[in-house]
C-alpha cells in the first residue's frame, strides 16, 4: 500500500511539474495564425491578436489578451463587431479535481462592442449564433443518442465560485436601421464582489445611455446586492438603487432625474415576486419660455406582491406624490403645488381584474394669495379582460381661498358614479351632483361610441335655482355693467343634452332668468362653421333692465347739417354675416326694448352663405300691430339691403314717451315702406338709400305749440285787445295728417304732405337729406274753419287765411319760418274783396301797429298815443333807455319772431 501511494504521489508531483513547465515550453504566441484561422474556419470572421497572450495552467488556468478585434460580418456598416484591449480570465486546477468550479476576477477592458441591424432585419451576429437547417437536422439524427449519453453519464459541478467580475471603459453601439434606431452605451463600468451561489454579492455599474434617434442623453448608475441560487431558482436585489439622469429635445423638461429603490425578491419555483419598500423619485427641471414649472418632484411607495402561480398580484400602502413650483416662470398657472395619490391596489391576473377598495387623491396649489386644496376619494374596480371600469361613490371636495374675494373663499363639492365599457365603447355616469357655493348641478350622462372618431352622448341637465349675480362676486368675475344691479338674482336651467364632436342639441330647454322664462330647442351643427338651429320661446323680459345705464355726462349727439366727417364710417362686420349660419324663429310673449313696450313679437331667422333673411317679423304694440321683412344679402363685395315694413293702428303718443320721453305728436299712425339700399356701413346705406311709402295719424295732436291759441290772440291783437293766459295744452289738435314720400339716393321727397283740424288745413312738400341731415319744407298753414273747435269762442272772421312757413336747417337744429309779407298781402287781398280800397288802407293805417303790438298775448308792446299814468313814469323812462340802447325791431319782424318761436317748440 505504502508502494502504491508513493507511485501516485510521484506520479501527482510529475504532472503538476509538466504542467508548471508547459508553459515555459510551449508559447501560445506561436500559433496566433493558427488559431485566427481555426475560428474564421468556424466562424467565417477573422480573429485579430495584436497584442501577446498569456498562458499559465497551474496553480491556475489563466487566459491573458491584449489587443484583440474580431471583425463584423459582411454588409454591416462598423469595421470590427467586437474589440477589446485587455482580457483576463483564471480559473484555479486542482478545485476542478473535485468537480468544483473556482474563477478568479473576470477581467474586460476597452470592449467595443457594435450591435447592427439592416434595413432588412437581419442582425450582424446571426451568423454566429445560427447555423445550416440541413446540417443541423442531420448532427441532430447523428448524434443525439451520444450527445443523451454524455449527459447522463457528465458529473455534475458540485460547486461553483467566481471572485468577481470587472468590466471597464466599455462602450456598446446599437443600430438599427429598419427602425432607425441608434443606441450606445458609452463609458461602461461594472464591477461585482465574489459571485457565490445562494450568497449576495455587490454589484456596481455606471454608464452614458445615449439615443440619436430619437435625441436623448442620460447617465445611469447601478448599486445592489445581488444574490442568485440558481439550484433553489432564487433571486434577489437587495438595497437596490438606481439611478438615472437624463435630457433630450424631445422631452417637455430640460432635464428628468429617476432614483429607485427597494428590496427585490423572486422565488421562481413558487413564482413570487415580492418588492418590498419600493420607492421611486423623479426630479424634473423646467426652462424655455413654454415651461410649466421650474422644478417638480415625482415619488411612488408602495409594497408589490406578485403571485404568478396563483395569478394574484396586490400593492399595499401605494402613494404617488408629485410636487411642483414655478418659480421664475413667467405667467404660470400656478406658483407651487403638491398632490397625493394613495390606495391599496389588488389585481387577478387570471381575470384582469384590478380593485381599488378606497382610492384618494390630495390637491394643494397656490399661486399669490390664492389656493386651492382638494379631496378626492372613490370605489375603483377595473375588469381589462372586458375593458370594463367602475367608479362608485367618487366624492370631490374643494376649496378655493382668496382674501379678495366676498368671504375669503370659495367650496366645491362633487358627488357621481361612472361605468366605461371600452368593448362597448360606452360611458355612463349617474346621479352626478356638483355645488359650488349655492350653483347645484344635477345631471345624468350617457356616452357611446366614445373610442371612435364619433362619439356621442345625451344627458339630462338640471342647475338648480341660484343667484347669477352673487356667484359671480364671489368668484371675481366681472359682469357687464347693466342698468338694473339686482338683475341676475335667479337663473335656473333644465334641458336634455344630446351631441359628439361635430353638434350639440338641447331640447326641452327650460331657463329661467329673473322674471323671465325661455322655453325650447337649440342645436348647433359642425363647430368648425357652426350653424344653429332654434325654436324659442320667451314669455317676457325687459331688456333695458340688462343694458348699461346711459352715462351721466352723455351728450346728445350734434349735428352741423353735413355729411363731411373727418372720421371714417366703421364697416359693418360682413365677414360675421357671411359666416352666419342660423335658422330658427323667437316668440316673445312680452318686451321692453329701449323704453318701447310690444307683445306677441315673432322674429324668424333664415341666414346661410350671406344672405339673411328676417322673414315674418311681427310684434303688437300700443293698440296696434307692427310687420317686417327684412332681407341682407352679403353675398357679394357690396352688401344689399331691402325692408317691406307696415305699422297699423300705433298710438303714436305713448310710443314717442317711451322711447324718447317727450312725445311731438299724438295719434293712430298707419305706415308703410319699401326700401333698398347698398354699402358696407351707415352711411353708404343712408346715400344709397331708395323707395317708396306712406304714413297717416288720425284723432291726434302737435305737441308744443297751441295755433288756435296763437290764432286768437293774433286776432285780438289786430282789433286793439288783449287775452288772458290761456289754460288750454299746448298743443294742435288734428283729426288727420299724412302724406306719401319717395327716396332716391337717401333723399326722402314728400309732395303731398296734408294736416286737417276743424281750424286749420296745413299741405305742402319738402325732403329730409338723410347723408346731408338737413331738411327742407314749404308749408302752407290756412285758417278753414271757427276756432270754437280747441276750446275758443267763435272767430269767423279769420276764416280763409293763409300762412307761409318754412322750415329749414338741421335735424338737430330745424329752423321754421314765416313768410311775413306773403301773409300780410294775402290778408290785404281778401279784404280788397268785400271793401274800398281806400278804406282798407285807413283800417291798415294806425291799426297795424296797434295789432302787431298785442300779437300772440302781449310779445310786442303795443304803439298808443295816449300818456302813460304818472306812477309809471320811471317804467317808461326805463323802456324808452332800452330802445335808445339797442334798434328796436319792426313790428313785421317782431311778429315774425314770435311766430317762428312758436313753431320750434314743434321741434
Keep these: 500500500m505504502r508502494i502504491l501511494i508513493k507511485l501516485i504521489v510521484a506520479f501527482l508531483v510529475l504532472v503538476i511539474a509538466a504542467l508548471v513547465a508547459l508553459p515555459f515550453i510551449i508559447d501560445p504566441n506561436d500559433y496566433k495564425d493558427q488559431i485566427s484561422q481555426q475560428v474564421e474556419r468556424v466562424t467565417g470572421r477573422t480573429l485579430t491578436l495584436q497584442g501577446d497572450i498569456g498562458l499559465s495552467v497551474f496553480p491556475w488556468i489563466a487566459l491573458e489578451l491584449g489587443p484583440t478585434s474580431l471583425s463584423n460580418a459582411s454588409g454591416f456598416k462598423a469595421d470590427h463587431f467586437a474589440q477589446v484591449e485587455a482580457a483576463e480570465i483564471r480559473i484555479k486546477l486542482m478545485p476542478l479535481l473535485r468537480k468544483e468550479l473556482e474563477v478568479d476576477t473576470i477581467v474586460l477592458d476597452g470592449l ?78 461594472l464591477t461585482t464582489d465574489p459571485l457565490v451561489p445562494g450568497k449576495p454579492t455587490s454589484v456596481k455599474a455606471a454608464f452614458d445611455l445615449i439615443s440619436a434617434q430619437p435625441e436623448a442623453r442620460a447617465h445611469i448608475t447601478l448599486d445592489t446586492d445581488l444574490m442568485l441560487d440558481l439550484e433553489n431558482q432564487q433571486y434577489a436585489l437587495n438595497k437596490l438603487k438606481f439611478t438615472t439622469v437624463a435630457q433630450s429635445r424631445e422631452l417637455p423638461v430640460a432635464q428628468v432625474g429617476f432614483d429607485l429603490r427597494g428590496d427585490v425578491h423572486a422565488d421562481m419555483q413558487k413564482q413570487i415576486i415580492n418588492i418590498r419598500d419600493l420607492a421611486l423619485k423623479s426630479q424634473l427641471n423646467g426652462e424655455g419660455p413654454d415651461a410649466m414649472f421650474s422644478e417638480a418632484e ?51 391576473l387570471a381575470s384582469q381584474s384590478v380593485a381599488i377598495p378606497q382610492l384618494g387623491l390630495n390637491l394643494e396649489a397656490s399661486k399669490d394669495k390664492q389656493k386651492i386644496v382638494a379631496q378626492l376619494s372613490a370605489q375603483v374596480a377595473s375588469d381589462p379582460a372586458k375593458q370594463q371600469t367602475q367608479l362608485d361613490n367618487l366624492q ?52 357611446s361610441d366614445i373610442l371612435s372618431e364619433t362619439p356621442s352622448f345625451n344627458a339630462d341637465l338640471h342647475i338648480n335655482p341660484f343667484n347669477l349675480r352673487s356667484l359671480t362676486r364671489d368668484l371675481q368675475i366681472e359682469l357687464p355693467e347693466m342698468a338694473d344691479t339686482s338683475t341676475l338674482e335667479l337663473f335656473e336651467l333644465r334641458t336634455k343634452v344630446s351631441g359628439s364632436n361635430e353638434h350639440i ?51 346728445p349727439k350734434t349735428s352741423s347739417g353735413s355729411a363731411a366727417s373727418s372720421a371714417e364710417p366703421e364697416d ?51 293698440q296696434g300691430q307692427y310687420q317686417g321683412n327684412v332681407v341682407i344679402d352679403a353675398r357679394n363685395d357690396v352688401m344689399k339691403l331691402s325692408m317691406d315694413e307696415k305699422l297699423q293702428g300705433v298710438q303714436a303718443g305713448p310710443l314717442l314717451d317711451d322711447l324718447t320721453g317727450d312725445s311731438k305728436i299724438s295719434g293712430t299712425v298707419n305706415a308703410s315702406a319699401k326700401l333698398t339700399a347698398s354699402g358696407n356701413n351707415p352711411d353708404a346705406i343712408k346715400q344709397t338709400l331708395n323707395g317708396s311709402g306712406d304714413f297717416s295719424f288720425s284723432e291726434g295732436a302737435l305737441k308744443g305749440v297751441n295755433l288756435a291759441d296763437a290764432i286768437r290772440r293774433a286776432r285780438a291783437a289786430i282789433s286793439g285787445q288783449s287775452l288772458p293766459e290761456s289754460d288750454e295744452p299746448v298743443q294742435t289738435d288734428f283729426s288727420s295728417l299724412g302724406g306719401s314720400f319717395t327716396a332716391r339716393n337717401g333723399v326722402i321727397d314728400n309732395q303731398d304732405f296734408s294736416l286737417m283740424s276743424p281750424l286749420l288745413r296745413v299741405s305742402g312738400a319738402g325732403n329730409v337729406d338723410l347723408p346731408q341731415e338737413s331738411i327742407d319744407y314749404a308749408l302752407r298753414v290756412a285758417v278753414v274753419g271757427s276756432l270754437e273747435g280747441q276750446g275758443g269762442r267763435e272767430i269767423t272772421d279769420l276764416r ?51 295789432g302787431l303790438g298785442g300779437l300772440l298775448g302781449g310779445a310786442l308792446a303795443p304803439k298808443s298815443n295816449d300818456a302813460a299814468p304818472a306812477e309809471e313814469a320811471p317804467e317808461a323812462d326805463s323802456a324808452t333807455e332800452e330802445k335808445e340802447a339797442e334798434p328796436a325791431k319792426s313790428p313785421e319782424d317782431q311778429l315774425k319772431d314770435e311766430l317762428q318761436n312758436r313753431l320750434r317748440r314743434l321741434f
Excluded at 169 to 183: P, R, T, V, Y
Excluded at 399 to 416: F, Q, Y
Excluded at 824 to 832: F, K, N, S, V, W
Design 112 to 189: 467595443v462592442l457594435n450591435l447592427e441591424t439592416n434595413e432588412a432585419g437581419v442582425t450582424n451576429w446571426d451568423d454566429l449564433t445560427g447555423t445550416d437547417a440541413d446540417a443541423e437536422e442531420s448532427e441532430s439524427a447523428a448524434s443525439s443518442a451520444d450527445v443523451a449519453k454524455d449527459v447522463e453519464s457528465s458529473p455534475a459541478l458540485t460547486a461553483i465560485s467566481i471572485a468577481g467580475v470587472r468590466l471597464t471603459n466599455a462602450n456598446i453601439l446599437w443600430s438599427d436601421d429598419s427602425k432607425g434606431e441608434q443606441f450606445q452605451l458609452r463609458n461602461m463600468n
Design 298 to 348: 415625482i415619488s411612488l411607495n408602495g409594497h408589490l406582491l406578485a403571485d404568478l402561480g396563483n395569478e394574484k398580484a396586490s400593492i399595499s400602502e401605494f402613494k404617488l406624490s408629485a410636487s411642483a413650483n414655478s418659480r421664475g416662470i413667467p405667467e404660470p398657472l400656478f406658483t407651487d403645488a403638491k398632490i397625493q395619490l394613495s390606495g391599496d391596489v389588488s389585481a387577478d
Design 396 to 447: 370631490l371636495a374643494a376649496t378655493i381661498t382668496d382674501p379678495d374675494m366676498p368671504g375669503g373663499k370659495a367650496e366645491l363639492n362633487l358627488t357621481t358614479s361612472a361605468t366605461v365599457d371600452l368593448e362597448k365603447q360606452t360611458l355612463n355616469v349617474a346621479d352626478l351632483v356638483l355645488q359650488l357655493q349655492d350653483l347645484l348641478i344635477q345631471a345624468q350622462l350617457n356616452a
Design 505 to 555: 342639441a338641447l331640447t326641452d330647454l327650460n331657463i329661467k332668468l329673473d322674471q323671465s322664462t325661455l322655453a325650447g330647442q337649440f342645436s348647433v351643427r359642425n363647430f368648425d362653421k357652426p350653424a344653429l338651429r332654434f325654436d324659442l320661446k320667451l314669455d317676457e323680459i325687459d331688456a333695458d333692465r340688462y343694458l348699461p345705464p346711459p352715462s351721466e355726462d352723455e351728450k
Design 572 to 622: 359693418l362686420p360682413l365677414d360675421a354675416i357671411r359666416e352666419l349660419n342660423a335658422k330658427g324663429k323667437i316668440e316673445i310673449g312680452k318686451l321692453k326694448i329701449s323704453g318701447v313696450h310690444s307683445q306677441n313679437i315673432l322674429l324668424t331667422l333664415d341666414a346661410e352663405d350671406g344672405l339673411v333673411k328676417l322673414s315674418p317679423l311681427r310684434a303688437e304694440m300700443y
Design 800 to 850: 280763409g287765411l293763409t300762412i307761409p312757413v318754412r322750415i329749414t336747417g338741421s335735424f338737430d337744429n330745424p329752423r321754421p319760418s314765416v313768410d311775413l309779407a306773403g301773409l300780410l298781402r294775402d290778408r290785404a287781398t281778401e279784404e280788397l274783396r268785400g271793401r274800398a280800397a281806400e278804406q282798407i288802407q285807413d283800417r291798415l293805417g294806425d291799426k297795424v301797429g296797434e
